[in-house]
């Protein structure tokens, strides 16, 4: 009964939109602010009623409703209520309807925000909201419809794919698709001012906030999903450059990118036609994410089933595209910027050098990762690039965005003095040099080798960049000692509140260089060894002695699969000065084989010890006559948590940036000057 | 009026590109001894299996994959050496197989197409910055937009000369 009636609510929704877009374009074109507010009344509608439809397959879940397809393929009677009230986004038709839920959301609250100078934006943000939402609700209803029913319902249903039965994978996707739906809002405004004809940087300031929301459910989703696959797909890495890992990357390095191109355009009124380009192919990069990952044209962990999605997606896809190179090019006079960017050593300069980085690496992995499909069609030979493309030709470019880190906040606005910057870079220098210094006595001198060089290196840049952005806080916070007289700590907690934007931004540089140690130490000293063991008896690796304690059966978490443990003792097999003596104890780790009759399954699930900066990572590769011998798979892997100590680091500088100053409060002040500078 | 600092910039773009080549070109090297099962799951990382996407065959856990590297310890067994085992698998299933495109041929292109990328779009930038300043006066700097003293004092600090 309740899936009927949310059925018919996401028709509705489906209505009210077509209805919000066409009213608010009738309404801009006849100036009838009436029309405009109906528009925008009728957007906002969607979210309550995309609300109800979601609460329909929510009901047939909790309901046992098996007759219900998409209920029975994701659920059944063994499957808890946490697993039931997720399984809403367990697969493709759920998800996809949960998607649409998403944006509703931010639909709604763009819609329900305080109008006021950018009014005149209105009605295009509804009608480009209202077209993008109504096209996935469409798609939704035409070939993923989650409210299908069998003629003959089965009496139980699959149960929800084991890989999903992760707090990570329970996350992952949400957060993700919150990341995906987010750039609607400042994507919707850009349309808006593009149509509007505005030259002004209205639309990105109205919507900084939103991206900003956008970006840093992105950044979660993509760690979060790093986490995931790190538990879960028992291969000991977090990034396995997967063609949808890579589709969601490439919004990211876009809309990172933006993210400091607005910058610019709000400092200097320069790079217009260049944000307007790089929000829209941030949006159409998510559509394509989205189209790769729904239509099934590529394999990978996440890819969905086949679907009839493709061509719709494809033929919206041509349309968004053509729309958004129409209004471009037909408004490239008005996009002029208001100063000349007259050399490269220049703070603008460096960041259009990051802006062409960032967008060279987003080309690359958007290439790559469709090359499967393109050589496929012309030749009939599926061509995959793996993991060691990837991290030769991307890899490299990150660490050229970790060098202009440090060098970004040397540089002054329009022309910087190169014996400043040179003088003022000395620190970072001297970092550079000492902790490459340092991690070349203590961990290549180890395990000589070219590549273990480069590492230290690499690391020696991370440094640099590292203390130049702690130097930009001890600077601000020296300077507003000097200038406004206070203690220290004082000081440095102002130098957040007042300037937000800036700090929270170098914090989450510090974030990422965090990251980018963490990835050094996985990438360059991460080494794995399988190894096959008797009963009782130890082997050793890397440092560490593994003693192999048996095989038993446990209890399934969800009494639908039937569970193997391996037992094993970790000790150190070598002393480790100053903090370890050979034979302490590790760990004990239980790694598991998780066997699923229903889905024909099999998950291996890695135990995991060692410390913080090194993790022993092992996995049950088999095992011989009920548990006599067996074999493992270890992984070491180390500085592995400075990659998720990066990503916490990084949404903290997140809500540095974005806590407590309101978007309007601040708006305003700034406008009158902003404006008079237009108007020059 | 581009004096040291342009030259410098171009320094530093200069040696990013340099070490970006450096990188590109080498490879890493892979110790090849140990058991026939180190050996196995060391030809096993570059291949891709074909129901595991995005793990490599070593790290994929399905009973194809498992037939697939019983394949290699089985040649491996019988004497054949890891290229030849590798070869093997190439002209069975194509170059497909292998995780990375081979540097050879028409493959080439996918390794070139980055750099390319790269190079181009940074020399387009410099070519549109140079145009500009070409065309226009230089402009202003930018005003100092300060809310507070310090901001001032900071940016002071930064364009200060030495």
Redesign the interface.
Known sequence: MLTDVGFYAVILALLVLVYAAGISVVGARRNDDRLVQSGRTAASLAFPLMLIGAAGIWAALLNNDYGVKYVASVSSRATPLFFRLTALWGAQDGSLLFWCLLMSIFVFFAMRRPWREDKSLLPYVTATMALVLAFFIGLTLVSANPFARFDFPPPDGRGLNPLLRHPGMIIHPPVLYAGFTGFIVPFAFCMASLITRRSDDLWLRSSRRWTLVGWVFLTCGLVLGGRWAHDV????GYW??????NKSLVPWLLGTAFLHSAMIQE??GMFKNWNVALMMLTFGSIVWATAIVRSGV????H?FAQSSMGPIFLGFLVLMLSGMLYFWLTRLDVLK?D???????SRE?IF??QN??F??SA??VF??TS??IA?EAFSG?????????FN??????FF?LV?LMG?AP????????????A??SRVGLFAAALVAALWFVTFTLRDM???TV?AALLVGLCAYSLAITLMEFA??TR??M???RENAPTALARLFG??QRRYGGYFIHLGVVVLAIGAIGKGFFGG?????VALNDTFTYRGYAFTYRGLQTVPCEFNDCQTLQAALKVTRAEAAPPFAQAGDFVGAIYPHVDRYEVQQF?S?IADITGSFNEEVYVIL?AWEDEGASA?FTVYINPLINWVWLGGVLMVVGFFLAFWRTAPETVARP?LA?AAGVAGK | MSGRPGRAARFILGALVLFLGVLLAARPTQAQDGSLEEQTREIAKHLNCPTCAGRNLADCPTDTCAQWKGEISTQLKAGRSAAQVTEYFIARFGPGVLQEPPREGGFLLAWIFPIVVFVGLIAAAFYVVRNSSRRGAPTAPAAATAADPYAVELERQVREEA
């Open positions: 797909l028992g291969w000991g396995a450059w997967d063609p949808v890992e400092k200097r590529l394999t990978s962990v890819a910027s100063n000349q960017l007259d050399r490269m050593f300069g259009l050098i062409v980085v967008v060279s080309i690359t290439a790559l090359l499967p050589t030979q599926r061509l995959t690039v793996g993991p060691p493309y030769a030709v991307v890899v490299p470019q050229v060098v060098i040397l540089m002054a606005w329009a022309r910087a003095n190169g014996k400043t910057v003088r003022q080798s070219f590549w480069v600077r601000g300077a507003r000097t200038a406004n007042r300037n794995d060894a399988i190894r096959n099999t291996t590769s074999t700034v000057p």
